[in-house]
């Protein structure tokens, strides 16, 4: 099939944006309805426990619509590869969003600020899942992406596995106090306190955590009426499907696979392309200094410019190392072609999918003990305290 004959062509879109929008929401329902209705679909989910399978369908058709929507780039990038490395680059990027989230919910915690649809300190994990479609951070700036660009030039900055300079992992939970001591320090990645260096931000961490303390009141009155009406929980059974593994939603992998089944070959390449992208970026990773250095040195011998070797550490690390800067020059390189789009995107009102909008049902739980909380203190069952 080509592409151009392909039924899902950009050219066979509305033109006028929110018309485009509206359609891409259309198809991705229909996306769903058609793998929730396709026999394939139950033997596919079959070796993973129920329940996982309903939120990587969803998941599954919310891309599916992503990928009509953007699929002339998707295309473009699998054929001519203009960012070398688009998933590293947007990790850092979301590095500068995810620092500026914890800035403003550190700020609405200590009750300095007000944002939009955030009620309770939950409401704040989502957006740290999904800092490039956040409604209320401001865009980022010239100055932070040079600051990225000179933490990244660092030779010590860390941009293995899991990104732990970077915070990718541990952005969440940094803002909440009430697991911590008093006199504990917490877990900063590097390049959040590179960022409080440069942009004088640090004092923020001392701000007190005012509403956090006050949501913990209202959780342990509903936990204390929960623990009065079952005083003994009941014996748990084991149940046989929950040793059968979690589907993980968010896989690339797993979408492809899937695509496979159910999909055209157009839509096969693109979910291929997703797939490959996140294949490359562990290729030369590993955790606790065990590394993949035959990955390292086939990538190293492709590339037209690798970086000099490191002195004074073991051949394994000099080529790890030069692997790992040579990433970080390409990622500093093209931060800002994933800046400028970013922009785009919100300019133009693409960038807020309804999923990343939904509340999950862990924020739920919560919303509903805090209201609870707040009924038996005698007060508004309402999130305004």
């Known amino acids: 099939m080509h592409y151009e004959d392909w039924e899902y062509h ?13 359609e891409i929401e259309t198809l991705q329902k229909k996306f769903l309805e058609e793998v929730l209705q396709n026999p394939k679909t139950t033997a596919f989910l079959k070796p993973y426990r129920p329940g996982s399978g309903e939120y990587f369908l969803k998941n599954y058709a919310f891309k599916k619509g992503l990928l009509v929507a953007h699929s002339e780039y998707g295309i473009k990038a699998a054929e001519n590869r203009e960012l070398r490395h688009r998933d590293k680059t947007e990790c850092a990027f979301k590095a500068i969003l995810q620092k500026k989230l914890l800035n403003l919910e550190l700020l609405w915690r200590a009750e300095q600020i007000t944002l939009p649809g955030i009620d309770a300190c939950i409401d704040f994990t989502k957006w740290y899942r999904h800092p490039m479609v956040c409604p209320f951070i ?18 010590e900055t860390d941009i293995g596995r899991y990104y732990p300079d970077l915070g990718i992992e541990d952005s969440e939970g940094i803002a909440d106090k ?6 504990d320090d917490p877990e900063i990645p590097e390049w959040f306190t590179y960022y409080d260096t440069y942009m004088d931000t640090a004092s923020l961490f001392l701000l007190p955590d005012i509403r956090g303390q006050k949501e913990q009141v209202y959780f342990d009155l509903a936990f204390k009426e929960q623990r009065a009406k079952n005083p003994e929980a009941s014996k748990y059974e084991p149940n046989p499907e929950d040793s059968l593994p979690w589907m993980d939603s968010f896989s690339p992998e797993l979408h492809y696979q899937f695509s496979k089944l159910v999909d055209d070959e157009i839509f096969q390449r693109l979910f291929y392309y997703e797939w490959q992208e996140k294949a490359n970026e562990r290729a030369a ?3 606790a200094g065990v590394y993949d250095i035959d990955d ?3 990538y190293l011998s492709n590339v037209p410019d690798p970086p000099p070797v490191r002195v ?4 394994r690390e000099a080529i790890y190392y030069c692997w790992m800067d040579y990433l970080k020059r390409v990622i500093s390189e093209e931060l800002p072609i994933v800046w400028e789009e970013h922009k785009f995107f919100r300019e133009t009102g693409l960038e807020t999918p309804e999923e ?13 003990l805090i209201l609870r909380g707040r ?4 007060e508004p069952r309402d999130f305004e305290f």
Request: hydrophobic letters at 30%; charged letters at 40%.
């Open 10 to 22: 950009p050219t066979r879109l509305p033109e006028d944006k929110f018309d485009r929008e509206r």
């Open 138 to 155: 401001e865009q980022v700036t010239a100055e932070e992406i040079e600051l990225m660009q000179q933490f990244l030039a660092r030779e």
């Open 178 to 183: 009430s697991q911590k001591h008093e006199d």
């Open 285 to 287: 990773e590993n955790q």
């Open 296 to 298: 390292c040195v086939v």
């Open 312 to 315: 004074g550490v073991t051949w």
């Open 356 to 368: 990343e909008k939904s509340e999950h049902h862990v924020e739920k739980v919560f919303h509903k």
């Open 375 to 378: 009924e038996l203190a005698g």
